[in-house]
């Protein structure tokens, strides 16, 4: 992005100054005035081809049941910067307290169960992690359908506790999908817990199923995959767009994110006659970067945004800064015609959506999803024309 000068620079603040005694500032920063004093975007419009139709289905959105006994293990283990592998959580566990775990130590006992016989993994998990009744997870299965009306599926995340995923892998079908070999493949979003460490109740469906994940991964996520008893193709995605099929791309973006995790890998889809659609696992890079990106790097459909389904990673935790009321403002600039929210964009954010009349598709609240402010567990969105 160029410099701006001294003289726009000025001229722009006695605009804004202008618009305050109108209005207020905000106004004049969400209004079309403020486009004159931005340097000129320079756009790829890289053409990744187009599909008719995205259906998503959420096997499981709820990464925890509890966010005060998360917060209060992270807190026990030294805050939010430590190591997720050392945290002592199910099902990498060592028996040795919060913030003393120790990856090899865990799977010493786990590994001779996994990923066939689960039941006895999570029994030895429960005895050694804290709180094991508290990790729920993330997945949810993304269907997309070709021009010539072919349907590809392609699982999003494998989610987090074991006992939990394999309940909601059976009722969502994924169990009966991925052993009939209907799914094509496993994209990990990112490393942390809630949406990877559920990852052998995949395995015991499919070993040999192709999984992508971000090349930022580190050894022991790595080691985690093979542990869990993988044995198929793995395409570590690096910096960047990587097209999969017409009118799909993965993006991954190299950021820092809590408990030491590095990268996240998000999706882009260009619906026929709608316009983009964008699917993320938690959004760690933000919603605005996540937006911005793909008006940056994409063609699509009526140059213009259409859908959105994710965690936006707002407020997933419930506590709220007045800061975050410019990201919920923020986003009106790109006129969403259809938003699925889902637990990690946080409760408060969902329902301030709804509030400034967002076109927010509303859940069911089943299967202890706790609000139908956003999409629940076994609940389906759809962007077709």
Request: hydrophobic share 40%; with cysteine; proline share 4%.
């Given at each position: 992005?160029?410099?701006?000068?001294?003289?726009?620079?000025?001229?722009?603040?006695?605009?804004?100054?202008?618009?305050?005694?109108?209005?207020?500032?905000?106004?004049?920063?969400?209004?079309?005035?403020?486009?004159?004093?931005?340097?000129?975007?320079?756009?790829?419009l890289t053409d990744f081809g187009v599909c008719k139709s995205v259906k998503v289905t959420n096997i499981s959105e709820t990464s925890w049941f509890y966010n005060d006994v998360f917060m209060e293990n992270v807190r026990a283990a030294g805050g939010l910067l430590v190591d997720q592998y050392t945290l002592n959580w199910a099902p990498l566990g060592n028996g040795k307290g919060a913030g003393k775990g120790?990856?090899?130590?865990?799977?010493?006992?786990?590994?001779?169960?996994?990923?066939?016989?689960?039941?006895?993994?999570?029994?030895?998990?429960?005895?050694?992690?804290?709180?094991?009744?508290?990790?729920?997870?993330?997945?949810?299965?993304?269907?997309?359908?070709?021009?010539?009306?072919?349907?590809?599926?392609?699982?999003?995340?494998?989610?987090?506790?074991?006992?939990?995923?394999?309940?909601?892998?059976?009722?969502?079908?994924?169990?009966?999908?991925?052993?009939?070999?209907?799914?094509?493949?496993?994209?990990?979003?990112?490393?942390?817990?809630?949406?990877?460490?559920?990852?052998?109740?995949?395995?015991?469906?499919?070993?040999?199923?192709?999984?992508?994940?971000?090349?930022?991964?580190?050894?022991?996520?790595?080691?985690?995959?093979?542990?869990?008893?993988?044995?198929?193709?793995?395409?570590?995605?690096?910096?960047?767009?990587?097209?999969?099929?017409?009118?799909?791309?993965?993006?991954?973006?190299?950021?820092?994110?809590?408990?030491?995790?590095?990268?996240?890998?998000?999706?882009?889809?260009?619906?026929?006659?709608?316009?983009?659609?964008?699917?993320?696992?938690?959004?760690?890079?933000?919603?605005?970067?996540?937006?911005?990106?793909?008006?940056?790097?994409?063609?699509?459909?009526?140059?213009r945004f259409h859908g959105l389904y994710g965690g936006l990673h707002i407020s997933p935790f419930e506590d709220w800064d007045p800061k975050y009321d410019d990201l919920v403002y923020g986003l009106k600039k790109w006129e969403l015609e259809k938003i699925g929210c889902n637990h990690c964009t946080g409760i408060m954010t969902a329902r301030k959506f709804v509030d400034a009349n967002y076109p927010v598709?509303?859940?069911?609240?089943?299967?202890?999803?706790?609000?139908?402010?956003?999409?629940?567990?076994?609940?389906?969105?759809?962007?077709?024309?």
């Amino acid at each position: 992005m160029s410099d701006i000068n001294r003289r726009t620079f000025v001229k722009g603040a006695a605009m804004g100054l202008g618009a305050g005694l109108l209005g207020t500032m905000g106004f004049f920063s969400y209004s079309n005035a403020r486009k004159a004093f931005l340097p000129k975007v320079e756009r790829k419009l890289t053409d990744f081809g187009v599909c008719k139709s995205v259906k998503v289905t959420n096997i499981s959105e709820t990464s925890w049941f509890y966010n005060d006994v998360f917060m209060e293990n992270v807190r026990a283990a030294g805050g939010l910067l430590v190591d997720q592998y050392t945290l002592n959580w199910a099902p990498l566990g060592n028996g040795k307290g919060a913030g003393k775990g120790n990856y090899n130590e865990a799977m010493a006992k786990l590994k001779p169960y996994l990923p066939r016989n689960l039941e006895k993994a999570w029994e030895i998990a429960e005895a050694n992690s804290i709180n094991p009744d508290n990790p729920g997870g993330f997945s949810c299965l993304i269907e997309v359908e070709s021009m010539e009306g072919e349907v590809t599926k392609y699982l999003l995340d494998s989610g987090w506790a074991y006992p939990w995923m394999d309940q909601a892998f059976r009722r969502e079908g994924i169990d009966k999908l991925l052993a009939d070999n209907k799914i094509k493949a496993l994209l990990v979003s990112h490393e942390h817990m809630d949406h990877y460490w559920g990852v052998p109740v995949t395995m015991k469906y499919r070993p040999d199923v192709t999984v992508y994940h971000p090349s930022s991964f580190f050894p022991t996520g790595r080691q985690y995959l093979k542990d869990s008893g993988h044995t198929g193709k793995v395409v570590e995605v690096a910096k960047g767009l990587h097209k999969v099929q017409p009118g799909m791309a993965l993006f991954m973006f190299e950021i820092p994110i809590i408990l030491k995790v590095f990268g996240e890998m998000s999706l882009y889809f260009n619906v026929k006659d709608l316009g983009l659609v964008s699917v993320t696992g938690c959004c760690h890079q933000g919603i605005i970067l996540f937006a911005d990106t793909a008006y940056r790097e994409l063609k699509y459909e009526r140059d213009r945004f259409h859908g959105l389904y994710g965690g936006l990673h707002i407020s997933p935790f419930e506590d709220w800064d007045p800061k975050y009321d410019d990201l919920v403002y923020g986003l009106k600039k790109w006129e969403l015609e259809k938003i699925g929210c889902n637990h990690c964009t946080g409760i408060m954010t969902a329902r301030k959506f709804v509030d400034a009349n967002y076109p927010v598709v509303r859940g069911t609240a089943r299967f202890r999803s706790k609000s139908d402010v956003y999409l629940g567990n076994g609940d389906v969105i759809t962007f077709k024309a």
